[in-house]
């Protein structure tokens, strides 16, 4: 098994535990199904679009689950009989689950099935509290933010 060594790592950080762990278990689960096949692409700074190659799921056939840090993607099969007698059975026709972990503050803003391809969008929403902020030293005024001309006359 190839593993990754996250041990030093964990001696000199401090709250990274659930990324080391993640790493982990990706590495473990490696080798694991690769159906159906997707693709994870970044739209823009805080959008994101992972595609499913889902040909003969209806969207009745699909489950999706958005969970804390957790997106997992389930279709069910269908027992369709074929009016025929199959001589070869080439098209998966089976039951999947995928799981994706997402970051914080990552959630689903939309789902769509068109043309066999299940697409989800994802946005990361940092609240407020958690952004950036000018911290004070020693009681001094908090700095504001300043206007440019160009606000003042829109404004007016």
């Known amino acids: 098994m190839n593993r990754f060594d996250t041990t030093p790592y964990r001696r000199s950080t401090v709250g990274f535990d659930r990324l080391f762990d993640l790493m982990e278990r990706q590495a473990r689960n490696a080798g694991g199904d ?6 994870i692409e970044r739209r ?3 959008e994101y679009r992972i595609t499913l190659a889902v040909a003969g799921f209806r ?5 999706i689950t958005a969970q804390q840090n957790l997106l997992v993607i389930q279709g069910r099969k269908r027992d ?3 009016e025929g007698e199959m001589l070869h ?5 089976r039951g999947f689950e995928r799981r994706f972990d997402l970051a914080d503050y990552v959630r689903v803003e939309n789902a769509d ?7 989800i969008d994802l946005v990361r929403e940092v609240p407020d509290a958690m952004k950036p902020k000018k911290i004070s030293i020693g009681g ?5 933010i300043v206007k440019d001309q160009d606000d003042d006359t829109a404004a007016a």
């Open 34 to 39: 690769n159906y159906p096949p997707f693709n």
């Open 44 to 46: 823009d700074e805080d």
């Open 59 to 63: 969207a009745e056939d699909l489950d």
């Open 80 to 82: 369709d009989q074929p």
């Open 89 to 93: 059975v080439g098209i998966a026709n």
């Open 113 to 119: 099935l068109k043309d066999g391809m299940l697409i």
């Open 140 to 144: 001094q005024k908090t700095l504001e």
